[in-house]
C-alpha cells in the first residue's frame, strides 16, 4: 500500500473511534482531492474512457456522502432508472467499500461490524457497509432498497441499516425462475417501490424521466455490445481497477447521462484499439481484488496478457421497453447471469469467453460470498469441457488481512505461465 494512503488510513480510523463526524470530513476532503488528481494528472497509460471513468465514479460516491438527504443506500442488482426520474443518489455496497479501501481504512469499519456481533465469515464487502454505517461516519440516507438476488447478506444487511437509522427500507424479491408470472410480480413490486420513493422524497415521479433514463440505458447497452463485438480482435491495456469500476456504468449509474458518455468513449477507444497480437486474453468472474499489488503487477498494462472484462459487467444485456418500464427493470433482474441455477451463470460466461477468444478464465472465490463458491466447480466444468482452462483462485475483494498474497500471485503467475506456454 502506498505510505500516503496507510497513514491517511489510520488517520480515518483514529477519527473513528473518537469522532465520526472528523472522520467522514477527511475522507469527503481525500476523495474530492482524489478527484482533482484524476481529472487533471490522470495515469498517462489509461485511455481516454478509463481516465474519464475514474473521475465519474469519484463524483458518484462523494455525492451521497455530501447530500445524504438525496441519496438511498442500495445493493448493485437494484435497477436505478427510477432513482435517477427522481434525482436520488445511489450508494452501493461495494462501491462504498472498495473506495474505504481504497483510502487504506477498511479495516476499522470491518472491526465496528464484528464488535456489533456481525460473524467474520460474512462478506467483508458487506461488513465495510455495516461497519460505516454503525460507526456514524456513514451520513443517514432517506431510504434503504436491495433486492434479493444473487447475495444471501443483501436482506440481514440492508434491513439492518434501515434499522439502524430508522428510515424505510423495501426489498424487491426476484424469482429464480424466469416467466412471464415472474415478470408481473416482479413488476408489481417495483411500482411499490415508485409509491415507496415518492412518499419517501414528498415528491411525484415524472414518467417522462423515467423514459429518458430507459432510453439513455438502451444506448448505452447498444454502445456496450459494439464495444464487445470489436473487442474480439483488438487488443486495450487496462487494469484492475478500471474494470472494478466498471460496476458503476453497468449498475447503478446506467441510465445516466454520464454513464451514456462513458459507454461513448469506451466504444470510441475499441475503434481506436490496435489489433490483437498474440497476447494471453483473460476472462475474469466475479468482483476483483484491485488493490493487491502483485495481482496488478501481473495483469495491469500488460502486453503480453490482457484483462478483458467481468462477467459482473456483462451481468445484463437486455435492452428496455420504455412504455412497459416497470416489466423491463423485471426483466433484466429476471434474466440476470447470477440469478437461479449456476448454469445461466456459466453458459454467459462460455459465450463471453468464445465471443473475446479468451486463453482463459479466473474465478475469484470471494470471502463470505456463497453463490460464487458453492458454483466454482459447476462452472470450472462447464468451460473447461469446452477446453476453456479455468484457475479458481480464493481471495478476498477488500480485506487486506484476509488474503495469502503470495500463495494469490503465486498461483495466478503460473497459470498464466500455463496459458503462455501453450501459445
Known amino acids: 500500500m502506498n505510505a500516503v494512503i496507510e497513514t491517511f488510513g489510520k488517520t480515518v480510523g483514529n477519527f473513528v473511534i473518537r469522532s465520526p463526524g472528523r472522520?467522514?470530513?477527511?475522507?469527503?476532503?481525500?476523495?474530492e482531492a482524489s478527484g482533482l488528481q484524476m481529472r487533471?494528472?490522470?495515469?498517462?497509460?489509461?485511455?481516454?474512457?478509463?481516465?474519464?471513468?475514474?473521475?465519474?465514479?469519484?463524483?458518484a460516491i462523494r455525492l451521497p456522502l455530501k447530500n445524504p438527504e438525496r441519496s438511498a443506500v442500495v445493493n448493485v442488482f437494484l435497477p436505478c432508472q427510477l432513482l435517477h426520474a427522481m434525482n436520488v443518489t445511489p450508494q452501493f455496497t461495494e462501491g462504498l467499500a472498495c473506495y474505504l479501501n481504497g483510502a487504506g481504512s477498511e479495516q476499522v469499519f470491518i472491526a465496528c461490524a464484528e464488535s456489533a456481533g456481525v460473524p467474520q465469515t460474512y462478506c467483508s464487502y458487506h461488513k465495510v457497509l455495516l461497519g460505516a454505517a454503525f460507526s456514524g461516519v456513514m451520513p443517514p440516507p432517506r431510504f434503504v432498497a436491495s433486492t434479493s438476488l444473487a447475495c444471501d447478506a443483501n436482506m440481514g444487511t440492508f434491513r439492518a441499516i434501515a434499522e439502524h437509522y430508522k428510515v424505510p427500507y423495501f426489498l424487491i424479491d426476484v424469482p429464480s425462475v424466469y416467466s412471464e408470472e415472474a415478470v408481473n410480480y416482479v413488476a408489481g413490486q417495483l411500482r411499490d417501490f415508485a409509491s415507496m420513493l415518492e412518499d419517501s422524497m414528498g415528491e411525484k415521479l415524472k414518467e417522462d424521466r423515467l423514459r429518458a433514463s430507459i432510453r439513455s440505458?438502451?444506448?448505452?447497452i447498444q454502445m456496450y455490445r459494439e464495444y464487445f463485438k470489436l473487442l474480439t480482435d483488438k487488443y486495450m491495456p487496462g487494469d484492475l481497477t478500471s474494470e472494478m469500476y466498471k460496476v458503476f456504468p453497468t449498475h447503478i449509474l446506467l441510465g445516466t447521462p454520464e454513464a451514456e458518455r462513458y459507454f461513448r468513449l469506451l466504444l470510441e477507444d475499441v475503434k481506436a484499439a490496435a489489433p490483437s497480437r498474440g497476447e494471453k486474453r483473460i476472462l475474469w468472474a466475479h468482483t476483483i481484488p484491485f488493490w493487491q499489488d502483485s495481482l496488478r503487477e501481473l495483469l495491469n498494462f500488460n502486453e503480453r496478457r490482457q484483462l478483458l472484462a467481468c462477467d459482473l459487467n456483462f451481468d445484463s444485456m437486455e435492452e428496455m421497453d420504455e412504455t412497459k418500464p416497470y416489466e423491463s427493470m423485471a426483466r433484466r433482474l429476471l434474466m440476470n447471469i447470477v440469478n437461479g441455477a449456476e448454469e445461466n451463470r456459466a453458459g454467459k460466461l462460455l459465450e463471453m469467453a468464445e465471443t473475446l477468444r479468451a486463453d482463459g478464465v479466473v474465478y475469484f472465490n470471494h470471502w463470505g460470498c456463497k453463490h460464487t463458491l458453492g458454483g466454482a466447480r459447476l462452472i470450472r466444468e462447464k468451460l473447461e469441457e469446452k477446453g476453456i482452462p479455468v484457475l479458481i483462485l480464493d481471495g478476498d475483494g477488500c480485506d487486506r488481512k484476509n488474503v495469502n498474497d503470495g500463495q494469490m500471485s503465486t498461483r495466478l503467475q503460473a497459470f498464466l505461465e500455463i496459458l503462455e506456454a501453450g501459445a
Not at 472522520?23 to 476523495?31: D, I, P, Q, R, V
Not at 474512457?49 to 475514474?54: E, F, L, T
Not at 440505458?217 to 448505452?220: D, E
Open 23 to 31: 472522520a467522514l470530513t477527511l475522507l469527503k476532503a481525500g476523495y
Open 217 to 220: 440505458t438502451n444506448r448505452s
Open 40 to 59: 487533471y494528472l490522470p495515469d498517462k497509460r489509461l485511455l481516454p474512457h478509463q481516465k474519464y471513468i475514474a473521475v465519474m465514479n469519484n463524483r
